[in-house]
Nanobody
Framework: QVQLVESGGGLVQPGGSLRLSCAASGFTFSRYAMSWYRQAPGKERELVAFITSTGSNTNYADSVKGRFTISRDNAKNTVYLQMNSLKPEDTAVYYC?????????????????WGKGTLVTVSS
């Protein structure tokens, strides 16, 4: 049973900080790259942050660079998103994503898992 369970969302004032966690189970966490996505009301889901399976490299959406930090602890099967200097436009449901590419005969294929999301509301 594969599970990605997000936690840490809530209400925070502009300029505040929040740390999201995503606890993974049911698959080999260390083989998967992890990402955080978010979706605001009426908006498309967007990639916020990405981290490789080993944690050796990260990438961020331009809108969060310098404010958000993604990290992972493979021993704990957990990925984190530290969010600082939060803005009202950061308000969204944040989703945890796991992805790996499996080598197979003729072609490779992706395995993708999603969490159910956690709501972050930035408001004064």
């Amino acid at each position: 049973q594969v599970q990605l369970v997000e936690s840490g969302g809530g209400l925070v004032q502009p300029g505040g900080s929040l740390r999201l966690s995503c606890a993974a189970s049911g698959f080999t966490f260390s083989r998967y790259a992890m990402s955080w996505y978010r979706q605001a009301p009426g908006k498309e889901r967007e990639l916020v942050a990405f981290i490789t399976s080993t944690g050796s490299n990260t990438n961020y959406a331009d809108s969060v660079k310098g404010r958000f930090t993604i990290s992972r602890d493979n021993a704990k099967n957990t990925v984190y998103l530290q969010m600082n200097s939060l803005k009202p436009e950061d308000t969204a449901v944040y989703y945890c994503n796991a992805k790996t590419t499996v080598a197979a005969i003729y072609r490779n294929y992706d395995m993708v898992y999603w969490g159910k999301g956690t709501l972050v509301t930035v408001s004064s």
